[in-house]
């Protein structure tokens, strides 16, 4: 069993930025990989990033890449997600999700947080 918890959102104006984390327990969190998605108003979840059990090759959607980065800390079962150059089209409510299996960009992981939002004004 994991819980994930995310924290960081808010309100910022564009071209800001925000470090999403995304907090896990269990003792096992370094076998997992992890993934961030997000949610606008009426619109599909969306996969942002993911980062697999070994931090090697992290993934990101074409429209976040070269502004946000994801990052883990093992030891503080910690995923980061710094977001830089923030856009009024990146707001919505960002989740972090984790599974033994790396689902890559699929929604298909098993554990999911409750979500922070993130709004960025013009």
């Known amino acids: 069993q994991v819980q994930l918890v995310e924290s960081g959102g808010g309100s910022v104006q564009a071209g800001g930025s925000l470090r999403l984390s995304c907090v896990a327990s269990?003792?096992?969190?370094?076998?997992?990989?992890i993934a961030w998605f997000r949610q606008a108003p009426g619109k599909e979840r969306e996969f942002v990033s993911r980062?697999?059990?070994?931090?090697?090759?992290?993934d990101y959607v074409d429209s976040v890449k070269g502004r946000f980065t994801i990052s883990r800390d093992n030891a503080k079962t910690t995923v980061y997600l710094q977001m830089n150059s923030l856009k009024p089209e990146d707001t919505a409510v960002y989740y972090c999700?984790?599974?033994?299996?790396?689902?890559?960009?699929?929604?298909?992981?098993?554990?999911w947080g409750q979500g922070t939002q993130v709004t960025v004004s013009s």
């Open positions: 999700a984790a599974d033994r299996i790396d689902y890559g960009l699929r929604p298909n992981y098993h554990y």
């Open positions: 269990g003792r096992t969190f370094g076998n997992y990989a």
């Open positions: 980062i697999s059990a070994s931090g090697r090759g992290p």
